[in-house]
């Protein structure tokens, strides 16, 4: 039988150009990135969203120099090669996308009064992209921040922090359960039917999956979140002074009134990448710290146990994969994904 592996592939953007790595996990020394090619387009890529479906990577859409594109680009990751694929119906930026039955479901992420398009699904034997109709009419979020998939629905938060679902075997789009607390459901991470978030002052919180859905016919309910336990406090402190972590949750609405008078880039611009990874049993965090006048870029791999109704944490590993100048290299993680080959 064939050993498997699981590897964690990054995306970075510093100094203005994208790169990709996959980060070298390694017994007795520290973790580092290991540069591949990084996606052959030529204009920058940001607000795509990333799945993964078998050995491969998908980067869906996102915005080039400020537009959307529909595009949609693909990582072998067995053989380190890309490839582009039909393009999506619709131009997207910060979309929700997840794989279901072996097809990449993707929602949202545009601005229309037309919503004929507004579920695209792809299926990677044919090739094709199909529009899905939905059979009910709710608020659809413009802007989605997260996204995961949970007993074959696919989940979406929105930018004020609520929660909407897609079902593809009922063709249906209802509302989720609301989290109790503004901006603690970040980088949402499926880890063993446990789903892991990050919040802007440092903590990581944990949900089970199945508080997602709201009752049938009801109002959305807050869903209880519990702290996990047992982390070094200096992390939290760490995390919670990260640029990567650290964003001030404002509804878009507001954002937008205020940016043009101000002159602030669109929020959908300014979002943070990826924190939080699955990579295996464990989940992989990002961050970074001030160290002089540089800023280290961090990485570490968090374990957990249940016990007695909480979920504890342990540090397995952490390190500094690399050092930046705040002041010359504009940096900021755009995406992480792991996989399994």
């Not at 930018?159 to 989290?179: E, H, I, L, V």
């Not at 063993?192 to 109002?219: H, M, T, V």
Request: hydrophobic share 40%.
């Amino acid at each position: 039988m064939g050993r498997t592996e699981t590897c964690v592939y990054v995306c970075l953007r510093i100094r203005l150009v994208d790169r990709w790595y996959i980060l070298r996990r390694r017994k007795n020394l520290d973790a580092d990135l290991i540069p591949i090619p990084s996606l052959p387009s030529r204009s920058r890529v940001s607000s795509s969203v990333v799945v993964v479906l078998d050995s491969e990577i998908y980067v869906i859409g996102g915005l080039i120099k400020g537009i959307r594109t529909c595009d949609v680009w693909v990582l072998d990751c067995r053989t380190h090669t890309w490839r582009i694929v039909p393009s999506m119906g619709m131009a997207r930026a910060n979309a929700a996308a997840g794989v279901i039955d072996g097809k990449i479901y993707v929602l949202g992420g545009f601005i229309s009064n037309d919503y004929s398009n507004w579920v695209e699904v792809f299926d990677p034997k044919i090739q094709t992209w199909d529009s899905l109709p939905l059979q009910n009419e709710l608020p659809r979020p413009r802007y989605i921040h997260d996204s995961v998939v949970w007993d074959q629905k696919l989940y979406a938060v929105d930018g004020k922090d609520k929660t909407f679902y897609y079902s593809p075997s009922q063709g249906k789009w209802g509302r989720g359960n609301c989290g109790h607390l503004d901006g603690n459901r970040r980088d949402w991470c499926m880890i063993d039917n446990l789903l892991f978030c990050i919040s802007k002052k440092g903590n990581i919180y944990w949900y089970d999956p199945k508080d997602l859905d709201c009752p049938e016919d009801g109002e959305p309910e807050e869903m209880y979140s519990k702290e996990v336990l047992g982390l070094d406090v200096s992390l939290k402190k760490s995390l919670s002074r990260s640029r990567l972590v650290h964003f001030y949750m404002r509804s878009e609405a507001l954002w937008e009134k205020e940016r043009l008078r101000l002159r602030w880039a669109p929020m959908i611009e300014l979002v943070p990448g990826a924190r939080l990874t699955n990579c295996g049993p464990n989940i992989v965090l990002f961050w970074d710290i001030l160290k002089g006048v540089h800023r280290q870029i961090w990485c570490a791999e968090l374990s957990f146990k249940r016990l007695a109704g909480e979920i504890w944490g342990n540090i397995e590993w952490s390190n500094a994969l690399m050092n930046v100048d705040p002041l010359v290299d504009g940096y900021e993680l755009l995406y992480s994904a792991s996989v399994t080959l």
